[in-house]
C-alpha cells in the first residue's frame, strides 16, 4: 500500500492498551481543532473535534484534549484494536469558514498483537 | 454520511502532459478544496473554492489550476506535468453552516508523472 508519510513518529502499542497521541500547535488564534485518521491507501478520516471554549470531549473509545495554555492538544484511544493502526494527525483552524486549516504531519500508530 | 468521490486512484501521465483530476461530492456542500500529500511534508493546500465559478489560491498554486462550474464538482487541472507533480492528491470539501465544520476527503488519487 501507499506510504502516508515515511518519516513519521511512530506510537507502538500492545492491543487493548490505551494510546495517547499527541499534537502541538503554534496559532494562538485556533478556536476548532480535528482529528482525523488515515489509513494506507485511504483518504483522512474525521474522527472527532473540539471548540476552543471545550478542553474535553468524548467520542466512541475516543477523547480528544485540549490545552489551550501551552497550544497542545491529544487524542485517547482506549483498548486499542488492530483497526486502529493507522497515520493520525490534527488540524487546527482560527477561520469560522473552515476554509484554512494547518495540519499536523502525523503520527503513525502502530498496534502490536 | 458525506461522500468525496475523486475519479481515479491512480494515475501515470507524462510530463508535458496536460492532466485533469476530478472531484464529486454529494452533500451540498459550499467549499471544495485541492491537497496535496508527500511524505514528511504533510498536507499542502494548492487551491479551495467557497462557490461555483470562485476559486482561491492555497500554499502551492503554481503548475496547477481548478475550475468548478457546478457546485458538487471540483476539478484539478495540471496544465503542463512535470515529474515534481507526482504526488497523492486529495480533494476535501466542506460546508461553512453552521460555522466550524470538518473538511471531508476522497480517497486520493496517486499520480505518477513519467
Known amino acids: 500500500g501507499e ?11 500492545q492491543e487493548g492498551d490505551n494510546s495517547i497521541i499527541n499534537c502541538a500547535y503554534s496559532n494562538s488564534a485556533s478556536d476548532y481543532f480535528i482529528w482525523y485518521k488515515q489509513e494506507s491507501g485511504k483518504g483522512p478520516q474525521f474522527i472527532i473535534d473540539i ?17 489551550k495554555t501551552v497550544k497542545h492538544l491529544s487524542l485517547q484511544i482506549a483498548a486499542t484494536q488492530p483497526g ?30 | 454520511d458525506v461522500k468525496v ?9 507524462r510530463t508535458g502532459e496536460k492532466v485533469f483530476l476530478e472531484c ?13 500529500q508527500d511524505p514528511g511534508l504533510g498536507l499542502r493546500l494548492i487551491y479551495f473554492s467557497y462557490d461555483v465559478k470562485m476559486k482561491e489560491k492555497g500554499d502551492i ?6 475550475s468548478r462550474e457546478k457546485k458538487e464538482r471540483f476539478s484539478l487541472i495540471l496544465e503542463s506535468a512535470s515529474t515534481n507533480q507526482t504526488s497523492m492528491y486529495l480533494c476535501a470539501s466542506s460546508t461553512d453552516s453552521p460555522f466550524n465544520q470538518p473538511q471531508h476527503f476522497g480517497d486520493g488519487t496517486r499520480l505518477s508523472i513519467l
Do not use: I
Not at chain 1, 506510504?3 to 507502538?12: A, E, F, N, Q, R
Not at chain 2, 498554486?61 to 481548478?66: A, F, K, L, T
Open chain 1, 3 to 13: 506510504s502516508v508519510g515515511l518519516h513519521l513518529p511512530t506510537l507502538s502499542v
Open chain 1, 51 to 67: 471548540r476552543s471554549n471545550m478542553d474535553k470531549r468524548q467520542g466512541q473509545r475516543v477523547t480528544v484534549l485540549l490545552n
Open chain 1, 84 to 113: 486502529d493502526s493507522a497515520v493520525y494527525f490534527c488540524a487546527e483552524t482560527g477561520d469560522n469558514y473552515g476554509q484554512n486549516f494547518v495540519f499536523g504531519p502525523g503520527t503513525r500508530l502502530s498496534v502490536l498483537p
Open chain 2, 5 to 13: 468521490t475523486q475519479s481515479s486512484r491512480y494515475l501515470v501521465k
Open chain 2, 24 to 36: 464529486v461530492q454529494d452533500m451540498d456542500h459550499e467549499n471544495m478544496f485541492w491537497y496535496r
Open chain 2, 61 to 66: 498554486p503554481e503548475g496547477y489550476s481548478v
